[in-house]
């Protein structure tokens, strides 16, 4: 694991490069934020003050070839439907090469369960990250309805107005479209798993919504290419009733207190790695 932290040993680093799927992660403070919304959606509301611990979360969403990467070392199914309800057309894997579709390498993996992405964290060591999580590293502290604050603005993100229609490259719209801590993507290209249970607010980790044993739809976040400004906010939420489909994505996050502990167990001398879009 590779950090940007070199000046200041006794913070935790900003950035970091996971091992082994090699991910860039942004590091998250603990602390409170403003969750939902009263002007969206009912299931948006109320707005309330919910509480997080630190953590990091993948810069961007985990891509084709990032996903390539797991499916070769653990041998697991490669996203591929013959439904139509999906709309996989353009976004099917090559069942016999396993390789994704030529040309969106560097867009998000798509048609990918809330178990496929589940495994994946596995793999790489990580963990899906709660709707709460997710949310925080979209939207800050001060309840703004999209990263970048409260008007929308063309040409910070990938939906429906962009007139892309389907996926981008992750990182297309960095680091304009990016939140304040620096994440990117959230808003628009593909909607994102997390581990929560679609419940109604307020939140509550401990009401049994966390829980990855209990039966139920799971929330995805964010909205995609297919949706417009209305929908693709920060405190949109969408129940995965569908199991897959061709704008449902997914990025890991893992607790900041897991990270000291590998820093500390495995201490590195590399130096920061710089990242880019492409990453």
Same mark, same amino acid.
């Given at each position: 694991?590779?950090?940007?932290?070199?000046?200041?040993?006794?913070?935790?680093?900003?950035?970091?490069?996971?091992?082994?799927?090699?991910?860039?992660?942004?590091?998250?403070?603990?602390?409170?934020?403003?969750?939902? %919304?009263?002007?969206?959606?009912?299931?948006?509301?109320?707005?309330?003050?919910?509480?997080?611990?630190?953590?990091?979360?993948?810069?961007?969403?985990?891509?084709?070839?990032?996903?390539?990467?797991?499916?070769?070392?653990?041998?697991?199914?490669?996203? %591929?439907?013959?439904?139509?309800?999906?709309?996989?057309?353009?976004?099917?894997?090559?069942?016999?090469?396993?390789?994704?579709?030529?040309?969106?390498?560097?867009?998000?993996?798509?048609?990918?369960?809330?178990?496929?992405?589940?495994?994946?964290?596995?793999?790489?060591?990580?963990?899906?990250?709660?709707?709460?999580?997710?949310?925080?590293?979209?939207?800050?502290?001060?309840?703004?309805?999209?990263?970048?604050?409260?008007?929308?603005?063309?040409?910070?993100?990938?939906?429906?107005?962009?007139?892309?229609?389907?996926?981008?490259?992750?990182?297309?719209?960095?680091?304009?479209?990016?939140?304040?801590?620096?994440?990117?993507?959230?808003?628009?290209?593909?909607?994102?798993?997390?581990?929560?249970?679609?419940?109604?607010?307020?939140?509550?980790?401990?009401?049994?919504?966390?829980?990855?044993?209990?039966?139920?739809?799971?929330?995805?976040?964010?909205?995609?290419?297919?949706?417009?400004?209305?929908?693709?906010? %920060?405190?949109?939420?969408?129940?995965?009733?569908?199991?897959?489909?061709?704008?449902?994505?997914?990025?890991?996050?893992?607790?900041?207190?897991?990270?000291?502990?590998?820093?500390?167990?495995?201490?590195?001398?590399?130096?920061?790695?710089?990242?880019?879009?492409?990453?």
């Amino acid at each position: 694991m590779t950090t940007d932290r070199d000046s200041a040993p006794q913070l935790p680093p900003k950035t970091i490069v996971w091992e082994p799927d090699g991910k860039e992660m942004i590091y998250i403070p603990a602390g409170e934020f403003t969750m939902g %919304c009263d002007e969206g959606r009912d299931n948006e509301a109320p707005a309330h003050t919910v509480h997080v611990d630190a953590f990091y979360i993948d810069r961007y969403p985990v891509t084709n070839e990032e996903y390539k990467r797991f499916v070769d070392a653990t041998g697991h199914p490669v996203p %591929c439907y013959d439904v139509e309800w999906a709309q996989p057309q353009g976004y099917n894997w090559d069942p016999e090469t396993r390789t994704p579709p030529k040309g969106k390498e560097k867009h998000p993996v798509v048609l990918v369960t809330w178990e496929d992405a589940r495994a994946y964290a596995a793999w790489a060591g990580k963990r899906l990250p709660t709707e709460a999580e997710w949310e925080r590293a979209s939207r800050s502290t001060d309840g703004r309805r999209w990263p970048w604050g409260n008007e929308f603005v063309a040409g910070r993100c990938n939906t429906k107005e962009s007139g892309i229609g389907g996926t981008s490259p992750v990182g297309q719209f960095s680091p304009e479209g990016d939140s304040p801590d620096g994440v990117g993507d959230t808003i628009g290209n593909v909607w994102e798993w997390t581990t929560s249970l679609f419940r109604p607010y307020p939140y509550d980790p401990d009401d049994g919504r966390e829980s990855l044993e209990a039966a139920g739809w799971r929330v995805l976040r964010g909205g995609s290419w297919f949706n417009d400004l209305d929908r693709a906010r %920060c405190t949109a939420r969408l129940d995965g009733d569908f199991l897959f489909f061709n704008n449902v994505g997914f990025r890991c996050a893992v607790s900041a207190a897991e990270v000291e502990r590998r820093l500390h167990v495995r201490p590195t001398s590399d130096p920061p790695r710089q990242t880019g879009a492409d990453d």
